[in-house]
């Protein structure tokens, strides 16, 4: 029970991390040519793993698991 209280803690708090999409950030940042190539990187990795965890604690697989990550990653990163 506390492991799923804890992953839903910390899908809820990387959620809120991306509150701002990865485009808009970067547009704020104003970043360009290989910063804004390595930046959106990073932060569409990091849209991966919060979305994969978020998946694992609502105990998805398969297509819906799929589904889900997909979309929970686009709206992170702003696409």
């Known amino acids: ?7 839903v803690l910390l ?3 990387s959620t809120a991390a991306y509150a701002d999409s990865c485009k808009s950030q970067a547009t704020e940042k104003k ?5 804004l190539n390595s930046f959106m990187k990073k932060c569409q990795t ?3 793993k919060s979305c994969d965890t978020s998946a694992a604690a ?3 697989a398969g297509a819906a698991k799929t ?11 702003g696409s």
């Open 31 to 35: 970043l360009a040519g290989a910063a």
């Open 11 to 13: 899908s809820a708090l």
């Open 67 to 77: 589904s889900f990550t997909k979309k929970c990653v686009n709206d992170a990163v």
């Open 1 to 7: 029970m506390k492991k799923l209280v804890f992953a």
């Open 58 to 60: 609502k105990k998805l």
């Open 46 to 48: 990091d849209a991966q």
